[in-house]
């Protein structure tokens, strides 16, 4: 099931270290889509589906400064041009949170912490491996 580059990026050393680097990254700033979107709720009465793509999108874009500072710092890509393929991809993953978040909560009954969480698992996980080889291009170099 596992082949090609994205094997060997993954079992090398660095690769991992790189991924690891992420991970603590992308749980550092979920924390603070956590904590936006539960004050947005809780403090401001916001509907959780409407406040999601608010904490969604500040998280992201201090992900998107982390990410290119320590995981994806090789990058020949340019800042803007970097931000530009970000800003598209934060829209996108604004869009699918939020149409999850209304599915998991309203016709589920899901609470929205919990429903928050089962969504990042999926789309962080796909953000890592879409800016890994499309948007930093930087699978094989080394950290």
């Avoid at 803007?80 to 589920?108: D, E, H, K, N």
Wanted: positive net charge; hydrophobic residues 55%.
């Amino acid at each position: 099931m596992c082949g090609g580059v994205y094997c060997r990026h993954m079992i090398d050393k660095r690769g991992v270290r790189r991924a690891s680097i992420n991970l603590v990254v992308g749980v550092g700033t979920f924390l603070c889509d956590l904590a936006l979107l539960y004050g947005l709720v809780r403090g401001m009465h916001l509907d959780p589906v409407l406040a999601t793509p608010m904490a969604f999108l500040v998280a992201v874009t201090l992900n998107h400064a982390l990410a290119r500072r320590y995981v994806f710092r090789q990058t020949a890509r340019g800042l803007w041009a970097s931000l530009s393929i970000f800003l598209g991809l934060a829209c996108l993953g604004a869009l699918v949170s939020t149409v999850a978040m209304y599915i998991l909560v309203t016709w589920w009954g899901v609470a929205f912490l919990l429903a928050r969480i089962l969504i990042a698992g999926v789309v962080g996980a796909l953000s890592y491996l879409f800016h890994l080889y499309i948007n930093f291009r930087v699978v094989g170099q080394h950290h």
